[in-house]
């Protein structure tokens, strides 16, 4: 009897990290895999593209997988091919050079790919073969980050189209390199879905102290192409309504990302926003075909479900792809009678048995030096405002870069934003993941950042708090890898996959480290 043929069309981080939950089950011969990407790269963290193209990390060390690893395990990898389409009623996967992969199970994990705005001399077409011109980037893939690296290395004026979290965190990222950086946005201020305006207008004026022009409220219509050295048209300028200019040599397109699912819609599957998928990633009546990360939309069956009934899209974090691969491993593990890392046991019920936990709302952590930002909830309501059951505590010290806003119901965070105040913000962080009573005295938060920097709150010391949000990995576990000999954070990555994810919590595996050879100094 041939054993069960799953093929996983992406091969992206969410991807790697279903392979490496199916591996056990490849290994003992009872499930046969195939990956296939359309990169010529191997899996890689893309949140931390924008740290490759300033030079602060590697290739290597945002790799997240090793094809030649799996291929002795046992799984076939396809790198540089191309799915043409998918004939669900063969259960087959044909590749743009011929070769057709029959299935027992199809997994999409295609990701999701940037948005062109509709600008004058841009082609917004994904498929086009020459989409951007020299000097545009999305700053999505490998190539991206070199394009990036080649403007730094040459002190470049570089032109982030968007005050979203990546645009500016690039934006951090490439002005502390040494080039020069504005930000171009719509809207009234950075970071407009994550955080209030108040919160909004202190991070561009940090933004502003550091150097970097923030041009707000604007409304981008074109660009304008120049003469490269060899003659070839290239970026210069940025044309916005009213007649302004930002002039440039590299323009970042940071505009959001939309999935990518149009091989899932050629194969009759249905979709909104990403792959509609029930509560156990199935596609909406095809229980043989899966979707995981960015191309995924969880919207079941049930008109009166509540988890259902925002419509929302795909996350588009690493965190729920990387808990979805983990959880779907165990249940393809089940079809092949074997247990796997989500499943109850190897009955091939693993979806019914084990539900998929539904994501908590997500905490927003700006990655950047010296500019701290965490948010999560709604923090759009004031302190004055009338609002049922809704108590809001705010403190503001713009002319510092410092802000904190709060929102309990019953005592219990429903939406905090934080700038400038790290200590206060990770507190406040864990209080919300936890659904914890914030203090009857607020302010006692805020003395987290004193003078003194030796307060640390409640939350904060607990050993079992969850310091890598993206791989779930709780402090006991980082300061156990510690304790046997690990001495530097890619030693704690490498150990328990904490800080792989969106990097946000070196900072705190740090000061793990540190915290535990520190009798030793003194």
């Excluded at 056990?24 to 046969?32: E, H, K, N, Y």
């Excluded at 002319?399 to 507190?427: D, I, N, Q």
Aim: with cysteine; proline share 6%.
């Amino acid at each position: 009897m041939r054993v069960p043929h799953v093929v996983v069309v992406g091969y992206g981080p969410v991807a790697a990290r279903l392979a490496d939950g199916l591996l056990p089950s490849v290994r003992r011969g009872t499930l046969a895999l195939t990956i296939i990407g359309e990169e010529a790269a191997p899996a890689y963290n893309r949140v931390l593209v924008a740290d490759l193209g300033v030079g602060r990390t590697t290739e290597e060390a945002i790799s997240v997988s090793d094809p030649a690893g799996l291929a002795a395990a046992g799984v076939s990898v396809r790198m540089g091919v191309r799915v043409r389409r998918v004939d669900r009623a063969r259960q087959a996967v044909l590749l743009a050079d011929g070769t057709t992969l029959p299935y027992s199970r199809l997994v999409f994990a295609t990701g999701a790919r940037p948005v062109v705005p509709p600008l004058h001399g841009l082609n917004p077409d994904p498929d086009a073969p020459a989409a951007l011109p020299r000097g545009v980037t999305a700053l999505r893939d490998l190539a991206d980050a070199a394009v990036l690296r080649r403007a730094v290395e040459r002190r470049q004026r570089v032109v982030v189209l968007g005050g979203g979290i990546l645009g500016l965190e690039a934006a951090l990222a490439a002005h502390d390199e040494g080039a020069e950086v504005a930000v171009v946005h719509h809207g009234p201020h950075t970071l407009g879905r994550s955080i209030d305006a108040g919160a909004g207008h202190t991070v561009a004026a940090a933004l502003r102290a550091r150097g970097i022009t923030v041009v707000a409220d604007a409304r981008a219509l074109g660009v304008e192409l120049g003469r490269a050295d060899d003659g070839a048209p290239a970026f210069s300028g940025l044309l916005l309504d009213g007649g302004a200019r930002v002039a440039g040599e590299l323009l970042v397109l940071s505009c959001g990302v939309r999935a990518r699912a149009g091989l899932a819609e050629g194969a009759g599957l249905a979709v909104d926003r990403g792959i509609l998928v029930d509560h156990g990633l199935a596609a909406l009546h095809d229980p043989h075909v899966f979707a995981i990360g960015d191309c995924a939309q969880v919207r079941c069956l049930d008109a009166s479900c509540a988890d259902c009934a925002p419509g929302n899209g795909p996350l588009g974090l690493i965190g729920p792809g990387w808990r979805q691969a983990d959880w779907l491993a165990g249940v393809l593990a089940g079809i092949a009678g074997a247990p796997g890392p989500g499943a109850a046991g190897g009955t091939g019920s693993a979806a019914a048995d084990v539900p998929l936990p539904a994501e908590r709302a997500p905490v927003m952590m700006l990655k950047a030096r010296g500019v701290d930002v965490v948010a999560a909830g709604d923090v759009a309501s004031g302190p004055f405002d009338d609002v049922p059951g809704l108590a809001v505590s705010m403190w503001a010290d713009p002319e510092h870069g410092k802000y904190v806003k709060m929102g309990t119901r019953g005592g219990v965070l429903a939406g905090f934003v934080s700038v400038g105040m790290p200590r206060t913000g990770a507190e406040l962080a864990l209080l919300f993941e936890r659904g914890s009573e914030l203090p009857a005295d607020r302010s006692a938060l805020l003395r987290l950042d004193g003078p003194d920097g030796l307060a640390v709150g409640a939350a904060a010391s607990d050993p079992s708090r969850t310091v890598c949000r993206c791989a779930g990995v709780p402090a006991e576990t980082i300061t156990a890898a510690v304790a046997g000999g690990c001495e530097s954070v890619a030693d704690v990555s490498a150990a328990t996959r904490a800080g792989t994810g969106c990097g946000g919590c070196h900072g705190q595996i740090r000061e793990l480290i540190e915290a535990h050879f520190a009798p030793a100094v003194h």
